[in-house]
């Protein structure tokens, strides 16, 4: 028999408060659609089909064509968003399993499981329920006296008693598709709310057809995203499981409740992150690197022993044994050798750095390419700016830059050069050479008198 998937993501999402709709918003960097469909990909169902309305160029921008799509043009409830789907699946025969696009921690093994129990029991309808102990704003499951459910009842429409029934309604479905299309064309308006529920198929179904609930043990796995704070407390539940799992492949993890780590981040055994740290985006760990406390890793590999502190490396490359920070910055393609420093308050943007190399302060080293065992007396720069164009600076190996120099780019700067403290640089400098690029200073014998007078003398 054929499984299809109905994802329901047309919905505005009001309740969030942002531009996005709320199936789109991101958590962990992932917008929250796409958990859906991922494990829906590693599930037994064939094809899934996704209803977009509200701004749905955004979802079908994130989905492209790993999914087939129904337009839902208003967005009338989740009866007719259903419904919406129906010249696609409508004459299907086979099974539906439906969601709604804002469940982002259900896995496919609980998805599969939930299928097999509808198929198993023989049912029509299984109706993914769970008991809450507080079930404010959810559907209650309304059952007869012999335990069969009769109906959803959604909070607004409760009586005083139904509103002490604690078992709810997930929104997760498994139902016949024919059965399905032939019910969501009965149901009618909500007049309270002017929509059309898809929970009231239950009311119909149970007359002809076999209705029967899948209890989910963990709440958690079946919560909907209806605002900021839900994103919050999910966003934990996947940070915690992310960093269970590198901390059991060997990753040792401090106060782990402030690391953030991505999910395509790669970290290999012996690696330590320090509080208040991020890994994201398509980062490389290697073996023994020390990340953190206080720093943003993203996109970036650094490589085996090397140390951040209190810095953010970005779309960069780290060496081996290289430590960098406090408050330096990398970026752009910053791409640091092996054993250098790079040190406090020091920027690196577009630029590439030989072995043994070293800037330990307040420093901007941009559009360079640097040899190796190159030392940046502190403050020294490179003017890569000239207010319309960038410009490149080259410099050898075994160059020593004194204090506060500047090399003004276009720059050609040979090997075993010494440049002096304070120099402005602005033609090349030839192999072996001594560069001093500042005026010379000037003592005028007994002048300090002239300029400070004796207080006497007032
Ligand atoms: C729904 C259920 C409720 C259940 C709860 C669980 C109904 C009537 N109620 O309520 O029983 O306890 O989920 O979280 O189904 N959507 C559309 N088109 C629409 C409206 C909604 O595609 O016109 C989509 C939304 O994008 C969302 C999903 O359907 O992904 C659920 O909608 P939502 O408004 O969050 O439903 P709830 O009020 O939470
Ligand atoms: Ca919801």
Redesign the pocket.
Known sequence: MKKYALV????K?TRMRTELP??AFPILGKPMIEYIVENLERSQIDEIVT?V?HKKEVLMDILGERVAYAV?TE????G??ALSAAPILGDKEGITFIL???MPLMEYPIMDKIIRAHEEMGNDLTIVTMMMEYPKG??RIVRDEYGTVTS?V?ENDCTESQKDIKE????VYVVNNQALYESLKKITKNERKG?Y???DIVAIMHQSYKVNTFIVRNPLITM?I?DLYNISIAEKHLRDMINKTHMLNGVSIVNPETVTIGHNVIIEEGVWVYPNTSIIGNSIIKKGAKIGPNSEVNNSVIDEEAEIRHSLVIDSTVGKKTTVGPFAHLRNHAVIGDHNRIGNFVEVKNSTTGYDTKAAHLSYIGDATVGERVNFGCGSITVNYDGVKKHKTSIGNDVFIGCNVNMVAPLNIADNVFIAAGSTVTKDIPKGSLAIARHQQINKDDYYRHLIKPKDEK
């Open positions: 329901l993501a047309a919905g999402g709320k199936c209803i309305g839902q967005q009338l409830g989740t007719h968003a709604p696009g804002d959810y559907g959803i959604e709810v309604n997930s929104s929509e529920y898809l929970t909907g209806n």
